[in-house]
Nanobody
Framework: QVQLVESGGGLVQTGGSLRLSCVAS????????MGWFRQAPGKERLFVGA????????FYADSVKGRFAISRDNAKNTVYLQMNSLKPEDTAAYYC?????????????????WGQGTQVTVSS
């Protein structure tokens, strides 16, 4: 069973950038599709993006395309979420997720493992 720990959240102004990291332990990160989700208070957890096991393909929600980029370093068991041109509506808790299947689901309920989340706040 893999454990996920996110870091890198914080407070940033509109238009700024942040890079989130997610370190996997207790398992081999390359065995999993890795994804990022976000959840604002009182809202459902939403898909942000995902990366395939090799890192060769990435997928994004329309709301973040062109602004966010996911990458992974399997040698470090780490996945990253680079967030640029941040907007106040990006404010949320961001969660790293891992899935041992073969398909990338936008529904949070389909993912196997979760981190504890890291807060991102974008001020206007």
């Amino acid at each position: 069973q893999v454990q996920l720990v996110e870091s890198g959240g914080g407070l940033v102004q509109t238009g700024g950038s942040l890079r989130l990291s997610c370190v996997a332990s207790g398992g081999t990160a390359s065995s999993y599709i890795m994804g990022w989700f976000r959840q604002a208070p009182g809202k459902e957890r939403l898909f942000v993006g995902a990366v395939t096991r090799s890192g060769g393909s990435t997928f994004y929600a329309d709301s973040v395309k062109g602004r966010f980029a996911i990458s992974r370093d399997n040698a470090k068991n780490t996945v990253y979420l680079q967030m640029n041109s941040l907007k106040p509506e990006d404010t949320a808790a961001y969660y790293c997720a891992a899935d041992g299947g073969t398909l990338i689901y936008h529904s949070a309920s389909q993912w196997d493992y979760w981190g504890q989340g890291t807060q991102v706040t974008v001020s206007s």
